[in-house]
């Protein structure tokens, strides 16, 4: 179990991080796992944080995506807004999605935090890859194991 954060664990991450880094990382969106995705994606960044994402797709529109982490405040609030960007938008758009725009998207990181967003930007991409495979072999699906 983690130690709660101290009144000045909290005033330290908040002159550290933007506002948005902190808000995403204390109430992260769309978290979670989804039993029935049209595909998904688990990556452990260089850094040993593990990430994962379940979409979902209808027509050629991500309708929802979901995501975990082992990871710490950084990680969790980039897998957060990455889901946010993904969301609603055509599968092609969704591969384009960047490190840098994720950043951006949250006011900056320190340097020392970048690599969780692009853990975030990587683990969107693979997920729709699976998606992509899965679309034109559907077969597949049956014999993956369950994520």
């Known amino acids: 179990m983690a130690a709660e954060a101290t009144p000045n664990d909290k005033e330290q991450a908040q002159n550290i ?10 109430n992260p969106r769309n978290a979670g796992d989804d ?6 994606a688990i990556i452990t960044g260089p850094c040993g944080d593990t990430m994962g994402m379940w979409l979902r797709v209808r027509g050629d529109v991500i309708d929802r995506i979901t995501f975990w982490t082992d990871g710490c405040g950084p990680s969790i609030a980039c897998g957060s ?10 599968v092609a758009e969704a591969l384009k999605i960047s490190q840098d725009e994720i950043i951006d ?10 690599h969780c ?9 693979e ?21």
Do not use: C, F
């Open 17 to 26: 991080y933007s506002d948005i880094v902190v808000d995403h990382a204390q």
């Open 35 to 40: 039993p029935y995705p049209d595909g998904y």
């Open 81 to 90: 807004m990455a889901t946010e960007m993904t969301t609603g938008k055509r």
């Open 105 to 114: 998207r949250l006011g900056g990181l320190p340097e020392e935090s970048r």
């Open 117 to 125: 967003a692009l853990l975030a930007a990587n683990t969107v991409k």
């Open 127 to 147: 997920a729709v890859r699976d998606y992509i495979s899965l679309k034109k072999e559907p077969w597949k699906k049956a014999y993956r194991n369950k994520p």
